[in-house]
C-alpha cells in the first residue's frame, strides 16, 4: 500500500497536478474570502471563516475529481493495471493506496488556509475573538468532505477508461451526495430528514458548529470506506 | 519451481478463449508457448500472473495455486506483459525501484538490484531517462528489468522481442538464456527461430486447445512425413513429366522454371531429379532439399488459421509470419 501511495503521490509532485491544484484551490478561495465584496469577510463585519467552509466544498466539488479522475483511468488506458495486478498486491493495497495519496493532496491544499484563521483571530473585535471551535469542527468537517469526494472520485475513475468521463461523474456524484441530496430531501414528506442524513451537508453542517459528534464522523468514515469497497470490487472484476 | 496448468478453461462472454488445456513445465525448464494469433497465448499467461480469473481449471505455481494464494504466486513469478506497460513519466531507475519495493526490497538491497539490473539489461546509458524517452527495444529491456527484479524463480515472457530489429533481438535472446539457467522460463513467440534457438521444449495451441506439447527434437522428427525439394532449371520443363518421376507426389510451380516438388514417403527426390536433368540436357540451376523446419511443423498444427499466399511456400526460417 505504501509503495502505491508514495507512486501516486510522487506522480502528483511530477505532474504539476499537485502544484496546479492548491495553487487554484488558495487563489479561488482567498479571492472569495478577501477580494470579492459579496463573500469577503472584510466587508461581512462578522469575524468568521463562514466564507471558506461554505464555499469551500464548491471548490472541492471541481478540484477533487481533477485530482482523482486519472488514478485508475489512466492505468486501464495504458495497459499498467496489468502490471500493478501481476505484483505481490492486494486489490486493497492499490485502492487505499490511490485514496490516500489523493487525500493528502486535499489535506496540503487545506493547510495554508490556516493563515486565514490567524488573519481573522486578530482582525477580531476585540481581537481573538472568534468561534475556535467551530474553526475546528469545520477544519475536521473540510477535511473529511474532501477524503469523501477522493473516495467518490476514484471510483467514477475506476468505472471508465475514460478521464473526462470520470471527471464528469465525479463531479456530479459529489455535487448529489453534498447538496442534491438535500435538496431532494423536501419531496419525500416523513422520510425528509432520512434523505437529508444520507447527504454531507447534515453531517458537514452538523460538524462545523463545533461539536464533533461520533456519528458524523461514523458517518463520513462509512461513506469512505464503501465507496472504497465498491471500487474494490470494480478493479477486481477488470477480467 | 515448477508450473501446473491443469484443465484451464476461460470463456469471454460466449466465446471460448481456453478450452481445458493442461500441460506442466518442470523447474528449469525453457519452453516456447506457440500459437496464432488469438490462440489464447496471453490468455494462458494471463491467468498464470493472476491477472484474469480462469472460468474453470487451475494453475499451479511453485505449489501455490493461483486463486486462493495469488500474493504467494506473484512473488515467485516475473512477468512481461505482451504490451509492456510501463509508467512513462517515471525514470527508468525510478521504476525499477518502485517495482522491486513492492517485492519487499529495501535500502541497501534494493539500489544494488536495481544497478544489477541495470547492467544485466544493457539499460547503463538510458538509466537517468524517463521512460517516454526510451525507444521500443529498450523499454522492453526495461520491462525485462522489471520482470527480474527480485530473482523470480519463475518467468513468464510475453512475446518479449516483437517490434525489436535483429540486433536487438539477439540481444534481448542472448539475455533471456543467460538468466534462464536455473529458472523456469516460458515465453511465447511468433519467431520461430527463436524457439529453436532457446527452448527445451515447444507447446503450440490453436483457437484455445492444446495441439502440441513435446520435445523441439521430436516434434521436428515426427512431422517430417514427406520430403520436399525446390528445383530451377535453366529452360522450360513439363511439368507433367517432373509429375511422372518416380515418387513425386505433387509438382508446385513457383514461377518461372522453378518448382517445388513434394515427393511420397521419405525418399529423397534428389537424384532422382539429378538423372532427369541430365537425361534431358537440360541444365539444373538449383536444387535444394527444404529441411523439415518449425515453420511447417507449425503450419501443419494450425493450418487452418493461416492465411493463404503463405501456403504454396514455406517462410524461410528467419521469416515472421505474417499474420499469425
Sequence with gaps: ????????????????????????????????????????????????????????PFVFIFLVPAITMKSFAEEKKLGTLELLFTKPLTDWDIVVGKFLAGFLLVIIALLPTLVYYFSIVSLGSPAGNVDTPGVIGSYVGLSLLGGVFCSIGIFASSITPNQI?????????????????????????SQALFIKQLGILYHYESISKGLIDSRDLLYFLSVISLTLLLTKIKVSQHN | MSLEIRHLTKVYGNQKALNDISFSVRGGEIVGFLGPNGAGKSTTMKITTGFLQATAGEVVVGGFNVMDQPIQV?????????????????????????????????ATGLKQRVGAMIELCGLSREQNKKIEELSKGYRQRVGLAQALIHDPQVLILDEPTTGL???????????????????????????MQEVQAICDRVIVINKGELVADDKLVN?????????????????????????????????????????????????DLRPEIFKFSSERKISLLGLKKEDVSLESVFH?????????????????????????
Design chain 1, 1 to 56: 500500500m505504501l509503495h502505491i501511495f508514495k507512486k501516486e503521490f510522487t506522480s502528483f509532485l511530477n505532474s504539476l497536478i499537485a502544484y496546479m491544484v492548491i495553487a487554484v484551490f488558495l487563489t479561488g478561495i482567498g479571492l472569495l474570502m478577501w477580494v470579492f465584496p459579496e463573500t469577503s469577510v472584510l466587508d461581512y463585519g462578522f469575524a468568521d471563516m463562514d466564507t471558506l467552509f461554505s464555499l469551500g
Design chain 2, 219 to 267: 516434434l521436428l522428427q515426427h512431422e517430417s512425413k514427406s520430403i520436399s525439394v525446390e528445383v530451377e532449371f535453366e529452360t522450360i520443363v513439363d511439368v507433367a513429366e517432373l509429375r511422372s518421376l518416380t515418387n513425386v507426389k505433387e509438382v508446385i510451380s513457383l514461377g518461372g522454371n522453378k518448382f517445388k516438388l513434394v515427393g511420397e514417403g521419405d525418399t
Design chain 2, 300 to 324: 501443419e498444427l494450425t493450418a487452418e488459421s493461416l492465411v493463404s499466399g503463405i501456403n504454396s511456400q514455406v517462410p524461410s526460417p528467419n521469416a515472421q509470419f505474417p499474420n499469425v
Design chain 2, 74 to 106: 506473484k512473488r515467485i513469478i516475473g512477468y512481461l506483459p505482451e504490451h509492456n506497460p510501463l509508467y512513462q513519466d517515471m525514470y527508468v531507475h525510478e521504476h525499477l525501484s518502485f517495482v522491486g519495493g513492492i517485492y519487499g526490497l529495501t
Design chain 2, 165 to 191: 530489429d535483429p540486433n536487438q533481438i539477439v540481444e534481448i535472446r542472448k539475455l533471456i538464456k543467460e538468466i534462464s539457467l536455473n529458472k523456469t522460463v516460458v515465453f511465447s513467440t511468433h519467431i
Design chain 1, 165 to 189: 468521463v470520470a471527471f464528469i461523474l465525479a463531479a456530479f456524484f459529489c455535487f448529489i451526495l453534498y447538496s442534491g441530496l438535500d435538496s431532494f430531501s423536501s419531496f419525500f414528506g
